[in-house]
């Protein structure tokens, strides 16, 4: 068993808790942070197959920001009331259990018929220079239309976030003077 293989289990046991970390912990802040250790165990396996820019775009934007996000929704809305709602649905597991065994069928299905292994592309593929001639290049259009759909989000979130301002409401008198009035 060479070095490399060795390191590729390791971070697949590890990669694998993480994932079912997230399904079983009974706390969404635990699940949050479960996440975060897979979301940076995928890093890794996009640092073994050569792919260094993926690597850094999975910590920056996954673990940097939609899990600090997720975590910052959890202690704003309270974790405590996700719990208490859980009880009433008692259909999910069932429903879990058979989405895991049709995935288990796919995944035995893909490795018996031998489609599992993608075609490996030249090793500059995922270099940061071959990204951004792609990216600045072939999907400039793309690029710039998802740009303008987060600028328009970030418009509409900051629109539905001010405070609302009443016609009715009166405004504020202030008494400049010092007595009793």
Do not use: C
Not at 72 to 95: A, C, D, K, N, Q
């Amino acid at each position: 068993m060479n070095l490399a293989l060795l390191f590729f289990l390791s971070v697949a046991v590890v990669s694998l808790t993480g994932a079912v970390g997230v399904v079983v912990s009974p706390r969404p802040v635990h699940s949050a942070l479960f996440l975060l250790v897979n979301f940076v165990t995928l890093a890794a396996f996009f640092v073994t197959l050569g792919a260094q820019f993926l690597a850094a775009a999975q910590v920056i934007i996954y673990a940097g920001g939609i899990v600090i996000l997720i975590l910052f929704v959890l202690m704003l809305i309270g974790s405590e009331r996700l719990g208490s709602r859980l009880g009433h649905r008692l259909w999910t597991p069932y429903v879990g259990l058979t989405a895991g065994l049709i995935m288990l069928v796919t995944m035995f299905y893909a490795f018996t018929a031998g489609s599992a292994v993608a075609p490996v592309g030249p090793p500059y593929q995922g270099a940061p220079k071959a990204v951004g001639f792609e990216l600045f290049t072939r999907y400039i259009l793309p690029f710039e239309m998802v740009a303008v759909l987060l600028l328009v989000a970030l418009i509409g979130a900051l629109v539905l976030a001010r405070p609302r301002r009443d016609a009715a409401e009166p405004t504020a008198t202030y008494s400049t003077g010092g007595g009793d009035e």
